[in-house]
C-alpha cells in the first residue's frame, strides 16, 4: 500500500506548495492594493477639501495638519516633526548653550509641564518649579503646544524679557512671571564637596558632553581628599545626553555586565549596553538621592546601580521618562523626532511611567499599572515636592542580590524619604504667597543681592526680623498685596528662602548647598546610613534596617498642623 502511495507524495507538497504560494501571493498583493487605496481616498479627501471646502485652505497647510495629526494620534509627547527652525533650536539645546530661560519641558496632559529649572538660570532663580504648568507666553495661550513650540518661543536673545503664566498644584490663579532670557551655560558638577570629613558628595546637575569626565575628576579628587564613600545628587537632574548617563553607570560597576536594555519595534533598536571598565571605586558604598524631578539618563544611571546592588537609592519616586528618540532628514531639512524604543533596567523594569498600549508583557518585565500609583504634592522648606510614599499594586522584581525593587515606571527609591514639610498653617500662608510668586521672587532676589552690597557678610550671615520686614515694605512697593498676617504665617519659609538666596548670590551654589544642608533630611538620613557602612552590603543592612525596599520614611508626620513649626 505505502509503494502505491509514495508517488503521490511529492505530487500532494507540490499541490500544496502552489496553493499555499498562491495564496500568500495574494495576500501581499491584497495588502499593496490596501494599502494603495488607502493612499489613494485619502489624496481624495485633501483635494475635495483644498478644492470644495467653504473657507479657502492652503493645500499646504493640509498635509501639515494631516501630519500634526497622525503625530498627535500616536499619544507620545517625545515625538513630533520639527522643521529647520525647530531642529536648530534642538540642536543648540543638546550641545547646551543657548540664549532662553533654563527651563526643561515635556508635554503632559496636553500641557507644556516643567520637568525641572536648571540652576541658576533665570527660570530658576524665578521660582519656578518641578511639575509646574506653563499656560501663557507673552500674552498668548501655549495650551494644547508641543514642548517643541513652546521652546522656539521662550529662546530669544540673551537680555531679552518674556513673560509667562504658570499653573501650580494648590494654586488657583495663574502666577505670572517676567524672565529675563540669558546665555544659557550648562555646568554637569557645579561644586563637589567633603561631609562628615570622609564622604564625597557630588550634585549632577545634567548629562552633557563632559559630564563624565567632570563626575570622575570630581570623585577622583574627593577620594584624594579622604573621601570613603560618596553621595551622587541626581535631584532635579532631567536627563541628557544619554552617552554620558553610561559612562558615568560603567564608573561604578564591574566591566561586562548589563547597564541597561533598549526594545522597540526594529530589530536594530533591541539592544543591551554593557560595562565596558572595572569598577574604579569598589569597595565605596555609594547613595545616590533621586526626586520627581529626576528623568531620563538619570533614570538609568539610578536604576542600573539599584538593580546591581552597588548604590542604596535614597528619596522621591522619579519623573518616569524612559523613551528612546531617533531623528529622521525628511524632505525639506525637516526632521521627525519619532520614539523607536523604550529602556529598560537590567532587572527587566520599565522607565516608562506611561503604559505600553497593546505591548504584551515579558518576564520580567512589568506593564504600569491600569490605576495611577497615589501621589502626593507636600509643600516644604524650599518649594513643593512630588512624593509617591504608596507602593501598593506596582509590579515588583529582584535586584541581583535578590531585594524586592519595584516597577511600574520610574525609580522607586530603595528608601522614600520626604522632603522637610511645613505645618497646615505655614502651608496656606505660602500658598497664598505663590499667587504672587513673580513679585515675591523677583524682589527676593533683588533684595539679597542689595543684602550683599549693605553688608560685610560672611557665610555665616543671620537674616533678622528686622530685615524680614525691610523685604516685606520692599515687595509692598512693588505691588505685593499679600496680608501682613499671612506673611507673619510664612515666617519660617520666607526666612530660609531668602537665607538661601543671599548664599546663592554670595558664595555660588556651594554656599546655598551649605546654608540648605541642615534642612535636607534625604541628604542627613544618607548621611547618618553611611556613617556606620564600611562597604556596600553594611549600606544595604542599614538602610533595611530605616526602611524596606521602597518602605517610606515616616518619623516626620507630613504637614501636621503645629502652632509651632519646629521640625
Not at 75 to 93: A, C, H, K, M, T
Not at 244 to 250: A, K, S, V
Not at 554 to 562: I, K, M, V
Amino acid at each position: 500500500m505505502s509503494s502505491r502511495r509514495a508517488p503521490l507524495g511529492p505530487g500532494i507538497v507540490l499541490l500544496l506548495a502552489l496553493m499555499a504560494g498562491g495564496w500568500f501571493l495574494q495576500r501581499g498583493v491584497a495588502q499593496e492594493e490596501n494599502v494603495y487605496l488607502q493612499s489613494r481616498l485619502f489624496q481624495e479627501v485633501l483635494d475635495h477639501i483644498s478644492d470644495r471646502y467653504v473657507d479657502q485652505l492652503d493645500r499646504e497647510q493640509l498635509y501639515d495638519i494631516a501630519i500634526d495629526g497622525l503625530l498627535r494620534e500616536l499619544g507620545d509627547p517625545n515625538s513630533s516633526l520639527l522643521n529647520v527652525s525647530d531642529y536648530e533650536n534642538f540642536r543648540i539645546q543638546t550641545e547646551g548653550d543657548y540664549g532662553g530661560v533654563g527651563l526643561e519641558i515635556v508635554d503632559r496632559d496636553n500641557l507644556v509641564t516643567v520637568v525641572s529649572p536648571i540652576p541658576g538660570t533665570p527660570g530658576a532663580r524665578a521660582g519656578i518649579r518641578a511639575g509646574d504648568q506653563i499656560v501663557e507666553v507673552d500674552g498668548e495661550s501655549i495650551r494644547g503646544w508641543s514642548s517643541q513650540q513652546a521652546v522656539q518661543v521662550l529662546r530669544g536673545r540673551p537680555g531679552s524679557d518674556v513673560d509667562v503664566k504658570i499653573l501650580r498644584p494648590g494654586v488657583e490663579n495663574p502666577i505670572p512671571f517676567t524672565l529675563t532670557r540669558q546665555q544659557i551655560q550648562l555646568r554637569s558638577v557645579a561644586f563637589a564637596t567633603l561631609l562628615d570629613g570622609d564622604v564625597g558628595y557630588i550634585p549632577l546637575g545634567m548629562f552633557q558632553e563632559n559630564s563624565g569626565r567632570e563626575v570622575q575628576a570630581a570623585a577622583d579628587s574627593l577620594r584624594a581628599e579622604g573621601a570613603r564613600s560618596f553621595i551622587l545628587d541626581l535631584r532635579g537632574n532631567p536627563g541628557g545626553l544619554l552617552a554620558q548617563g553610561i559612562g558615568i553607570t560603567d564608573l561604578f560597576l564591574p566591566r561586562r555586565i548589563p547597564i541597561a536594555e533598549t526594545r522597540g519595534q526594529s530589530r536594530d533598536q533591541n539592544e543591551v549596553i554593557e560595562s565596558s571598565t572595572d569598577d574604579r571605586y569598589e569597595g565605596m558604598p555609594v547613595v545616590v538621592l533621586v526626586d520627581r524631578g529626576s528623568a531620563s539618563a538619570s533614570e538609568i544611571l539610578a536604576g542600573a546601580l539599584q538593580d546591581h546592588d552597588r548604590a542604596l537609592v535614597v528619596g522621591a519616586t522619579t519623573f518616569g521618562k524612559g523613551s528612546v528618540q531617533s531623528l529622521f532628514t525628511l524632505t525639506g531639512g525637516n526632521v521627525l523626532k519619532l520614539t523607536t524604543a523604550r529602556w529598560y533596567t537590567p532587572a527587566g523594569r520599565s522607565i516608562e511611567r506611561r503604559a505600553d498600549p497593546g505591548e504584551a508583557p515579558e518576564e520580567p518585565v512589568e506593564e504600569t499599572p491600569a490605576e495611577p500609583v497615589p501621589q502626593t504634592v507636600s509643600l516644604g522648606l524650599y518649594g513643593e515636592y512630588v512624593f509617591s510614599p504608596d507602593t501598593a499594586g506596582r509590579p515588583t522584581v529582584e535586584s541581583m542580590a535578590g531585594r524586592q525593587l519595584y516597577g511600574g515606571g520610574g525609580i522607586v527609591p530603595d528608601l522614600l524619604v520626604n522632603p522637610d514639610t511645613l505645618s497646615l498653617r505655614e502651608q496656606r500662608a505660602v500658598r497664598a504667597l505663590f499667587q504672587h510668586a513673580g513679585v515675591y521672587t523677583t524682589g527676593l532676589f533683588d533684595f539679597a543681592v542689595s543684602y550683599l552690597q549693605r553688608q560685610d557678610s560672611n557665610e555665616d550671615f543671620e537674616v533678622t526680623d528686622g530685615d524680614l520686614d525691610d523685604l516685606y515694605a520692599s515687595l509692598q512697593e512693588r505691588g505685593f498685596e499679600l496680608d501682613r498676617e499671612l506673611w507673619d504665617d510664612a515666617e519660617r519659609f520666607t526666612r530660609l528662602q531668602l537665607e538661601s538666596q543671599i548664599a546663592l548670590q554670595g558664595w555660588g551654589d556651594a554656599g546655598q548647598f551649605a546654608r540648605r544642608m541642615p534642612y535636607d533630611r534625604p541628604l542627613q538620613r544618607s548621611l547618618e546610613i553611611l556613617r556606620g557602612s564600611e562597604d556596600p552590603l553594611a549600606l544595604f543592612s542599614l538602610g533595611s534596617e530605616r526602611g524596606t525596599a521602597g518602605g517610606s520614611d515616616s518619623e516626620q508626620e507630613s504637614g501636621s498642623d503645629s502652632e509651632s513649626p519646629g521640625r
